[in-house]
């Protein structure tokens, strides 16, 4: 039973175009991440949300929404798709309350803006 | 802002040898340290998590220690085996989880 799962795994589109990831966890956590893991691997947090609220915004660029309908999904939207957003994306969680557990990642999803 | 670094870059071993991989971070004000392992076009699993509280923790073969104060983690890995070939990432919480660039170890046959 995967703990954190994304969806699509690849994604290959064009430039211009808007798309979705969807990333959704069955651990109960309260906290939910995306990270962008780039060409040289460099895993970099993008947004954070706690219980339905964004934390954390990385001054990532506003084509880029993520949106969370509840504490067990965060999807992320990308509008007017260019060449740089190809990467590696991924989706963690993490219980915040308490004493802080240890952080569960997706297997990624590799988007590919052709 | 915290910053964190991981030494070497990359690291060959021939199978058998026992080698540390390290970890350091700039701000000691964190939740904790935890250190994955990621495969060549995979995602990442969680191999140990020390609470800031704690100063090692163990799973089989694996061994890792946080000195808080100095702002440095290590990973022990004892008996290397090629199976071990992956790339190694810290990461350290404190509002957020940072990561290290990682270390890519390749254990020789």
């Known amino acids: 039973d995967t703990a954190v799962s994304q969806t699509p795994k690849y994604l290959v589109t064009q430039m211009g175009n808007d798309k979705s990831i969807k990333c959704e966890q069955n651990?109960?956590?309260?906290?939910m991440y995306w990270y962008k893991q780039d060409s040289k691997k460099f895993l970099k947090i993008m947004f954070s949300?706690?219980?339905?609220?964004?934390?954390i915004n990385e001054t990532v660029p506003n084509r880029f929404s993520p949106k969370s309908p509840d504490k067990a999904h965060l999807n992320l939207h990308i509008n007017s798709l260019e060449l740089g957003d190809s990467a590696v994306y991924f989706c963690?969680?993490?219980?915040?309350?308490?004493?802080?557990?240890?952080?569960?990642f997706g297997q990624g999803t590799r988007l590919t803006v052709v | 802002k915290q910053e964190v670094t991981q030494i070497p870059a990359a690291l060959s071993v021939p199978e058998g040898e026992n080698l540390v991989l390290n970890c350091s971070f700039t701000?000691?004000?964190?939740?904790?340290l935890q250190w994955f392992r990621q495969d060549p076009g995979k995602g990442l699993t969680s191999l140990l998590l020390?609470?800031?509280?704690?100063r090692e923790q163990t799973s089989g073969r694996l061994n890792a220690s946080l000195d808080k104060s100095s702002g440095r983690s290590t990973l022990y890995i004892a008996a290397s085996q090629p199976g071990d070939s992956a790339t190694y990432l810290c990461?350290?919480?404190?509002?957020?989880?940072?990561f290290g660039k990682g270390t890519r170890l390749h254990i020789l046959p």
């Open positions: 963690a969680s993490s219980q915040e309350g308490g004493v802080r557990t240890e952080a569960f």
């Open positions: 651990l109960g956590h309260d906290t």
């Open positions: 949300y706690n219980n339905k609220e964004l934390i």
């Open positions: 701000d000691s004000a964190i939740y904790n």
């Open positions: 020390i609470q800031s509280s704690q």
């Open positions: 990461a350290a919480r404190d509002d957020k989880i940072i």
